[in-house]
């Protein structure tokens, strides 16, 4: 095309996307989304039935999909407040990369796609959990909950912990009591590990406008709270050993890796009001990351090793 003809579009509001396909990528949010297709791996692993390894790779890829799709509309919604927070200034839209209707419908042919996927080639009701995933985080989190209630990491929580519970929906047909102790892990893991993030970013969220605990509680009772979640994730990241899920081997993983949880979530309790390096809050996000991939590979070891343990001739 040439330059008269782009600029008589341009003068006709028909502005060309100078957008390439690393900005539509990182509206996926390929870290966020890389969390979600090792959880709902691990879901459709640990489930106690044997999944045809097409219908296995169809189910990850959609849910990656779906929960990319999930970041997309996320990112077309709060562009205005990602325009004012340093981490976030720098995503496709707030820099002027992507326009904000391309990424909305980037969005949502990326979750019909996904959905439509996952539900005729592999089930429907792994499909459904799948769709409301999407709604939940796009519509109910950042539509409503984000800008609405201190409360929005705790509720919004459960769009980010569902994706273990359709990739055991994807093997199974159903849900059961396991699938959903994973999805009680991720649930309760939620709350500390991104408030310690809004520890350090208060300021930021204050710019913004977003009602996180810390701008909202004060910075003592969010440190109370995180210290409190902390304490009830130990024992629910053992709980499946208790309940004979997985052996004890990975119970006294599971224990470690909480204990190490409350030391964090104690260090920010005691952490001075007036600091503000917030190197305690900086340590226990880092670590909360870590602690999430720590469990859930785990889980799966425990899986995979119990199964062939018990395999005749093992």
Known sequence: MSLVEKNAMEDAGLRLSEATAADFFALLKPRVMSLVVFTAFVGLI???VHIHPFLAVIAV??????????GALNMWYDADVDAVMTRTVSRPIPAGRIKPS???VFGLILSAFAVMML???VNWLAAALLAFTIFFYAVIYTMWLKRWTP?????????????????????????????LLLFLIIFLWTPPHFWA?????????GRAGIPMMPNVAGIASTKR???????????????????GYVSFGYGIVAAGLGAAFVWYGWSVLKMPEGDRKMKPAKALFGYSLLYLFAIFTAYLAD???GRALALPGA
Do not use: C, H, R
């Open 119 to 121: 539900g005729v080639l």
């Open 225 to 243: 709270q995180i210290f409190a979640y902390t304490l009830i994730i130990f024992p629910v990241g053992v709980l499946p050993a208790l309940l």
């Open 61 to 70: 890829l959609a849910i990656a999909i779906g929960a990319g799709a999930s």
């Open 303 to 305: 899986v995979v090793v």
């Open 46 to 48: 640990a489930a106690p």
């Open 151 to 179: 409360q929005n990491i705790v509720i919004g929580g459960a769009a980010g912990a569902f994706p273990p519970v359709i990739g055991w929906a994807a093997a199974t047909g159903s849900v059961s009591l396991e699938s």
């Open 102 to 104: 391309e990424a909305l």
């Open 197 to 205: 993030l809004a520890l350090f970013k208060k300021d930021e969220y």
